[in-house]
Each structure stands twice: as structure tokens, then as C-alpha cells.
């Protein structure tokens, strides 16, 4: 796609001039089709200057999730090799199962700048307004036993702290990296309060996986008041934790970059080379939690996870238990 290819060289060349003729030449078209996608991506909210004889700059780039953008800076191999991308949608996890079943390719991502019908675990909905947030999903077909599956949503939270953390550190955003915690299984919470959750959801038999999707909600730059008020006490956003705005196509790239790699450790090795890195993201042993079991309400203290993910804990003068799946509150 030529937007795409002339991005590509805005960013190989961050800052620098280049010319409609020396552009059309490299991409293999006429210096029309350069000027007229160029005249495209202002449309789209690219500053791009011009001057006569040096050519066109890149000063200043949308705050939009498109392909052509994210393709053009993607360094992955397979991971958003395809990326589907709608201005609204129900729900991206609705959309990546349809294309899931008609075959999508492993890394396939779906990605949407606002969902109407957002889903979150245990059947409730995850609100997701306009251009505030990250909200995708990732079709992929891992060979792996059903069981292994809980892990992989582990691994999806340890990509997102790491994205989050790496984006911080690059862009100097005032967010403390120990700020940025995992609760088991997989939400991520700053401040105490929950910026970002993982639904991973699967099409399975017996013995073999068909396809999963990984859904991944991240709270980015909301305003208290872009929360319902039922859930400003509960919920944050990158945005509230440091004060900033945050750029989210660095976010995405980053999330999607680890992700490829994290994964594909994780099909070749299993879970126990990232289980040190979940350790190192998530709350602190000994925290106090909520655990919702069969129904009732206990509270006792989070103590770790075992070598297949699940979580470690004791309730108030119980015995020591495990968690295989199941809603822990702080
Ligand atoms: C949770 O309950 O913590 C999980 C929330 C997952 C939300 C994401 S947003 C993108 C994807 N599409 C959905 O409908 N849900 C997931």
C-alpha cells in the first residue's frame, strides 16, 4: 500500500527531507500517486511539509491506531502481519472469532478506535469510548494441550507490563515502573486501581486447540470523567497515573513486538522461562485479597503462583490453597 511504503521511509529517515522523485523511484510509482497519498495522509491528520526542490517532511503524525501506520513501524515477522482495523465495532473479540473461523492467519490482529459492546471476563462488559484506549485482539493457533492455555494469558500480562513499562522509559512519561503491577491472573493495576484487562478465549477440542484469541482492554489516556461512575473508584488510565498523554501507537508496537517474541518462547519452552518475569510484574506475596470461591467471599493473602500458573493462597486462618480460575479482588 503506498501510504503505507511512504511512511515507511518517513520513519527510516526520522526529521529529514525526501523527494517526490527520489519517493516514487524507490516505491516504483509515478510522482502523481506520491503527491495525491500524501495529500491522503494530511487528510488523515499527518502534518507533512513540502517545500520546492527538497521534498516532503514528516513533522507530526494523528493519534490513530491505522495499519499503514503501525505497518509502516512494525518490526515483526508474523505478528500484525495482517491487521484489521474498524473506526467502531461491537467488540473486537467478536469479530477476531468470525475471522478465526474462516481462517485468519496466526497473528492476525483486530483493532478497533472504539467498541459498543466491549466484553470482559466473567461475562462483563468492558467500556471502551473513543480513541482513549488500546482495544485488540490476536488470533492465534498455538499447539499446545487445552490445559496450557491459563498460561498463555499470563504471558499476554507480562507483554503488556513490559510494553507499558518500555513506552515510560523511552518517552519519559512519569509513571514508576514497580507502580505498574499484575494481579493474578492477568489485570494489570496502577495505583491500586485496574487500568487494563486480558480476556483470552479459545475454540477447542478434547485434545487440541482450533484457535484462541487474546483480548486486550488498556486504559490510556481516559479522564476520570471518560469513566461510568460506577467504576472511577475501580478504574485508571496511563493518562491519570502520570499526568500525561500517552502516544498509543508506541504502546501497540511495543505490545506487539513483545508479544511475538514472548509467545513464541513460550510454545517452544512453556511457561517456566516467563514465570520470572510474571513474579517480577505482579503484586508482592503477602498481599491481602479478596477470592471469590463457589460463590462466596473470602479474604486471605496472595502468596505466588505454581509452575502452571496457578495462584497460591490463604485464606484468614484457612489452609493453604490453589486458585485455578477464579476472581481475585484487592
Ligand atoms: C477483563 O475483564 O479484565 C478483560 C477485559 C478485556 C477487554 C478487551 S478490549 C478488546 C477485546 N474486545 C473485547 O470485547 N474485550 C477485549
Redesign the pocket.
Known sequence: MLKTEILKRFYQHPGEFLSGEGLSQQIGCTRAAVWKAIEELRKEGYQIEAYPNRGYRLVGSPDRLSPHELVARLRTSWMGKDIVYHEQLD????LAHQLARDGAPEGTVVLTEQ?T??????G?S?H?PKSTGI???FILRPEVPPQVLPQLTLVSSVCLVEAIQQTALEHNYPLPQEKVRIKWPN?IYIGGKKAA???TEVSAELDRINYAVV???LNVNHTEQDFPKEIQQRATSLRIQSQTSWNRVQLLLSLLERFESLYQLFIQEGFAPIKPRWEQAALSPGTTVTVHVQGQLQEGRYLGINEDGSMIWQPVGGEIQTLYSGDVNL
Open positions: 467488540s473486537t473479540q467478536t467498541q459492546q466491549g466484553r470482559g471476563r466473567m462483563r468492558w471502551s482495544w485488540v485482539s489485570d484487562g486480558i480476556l483480548g486486550i482492554g
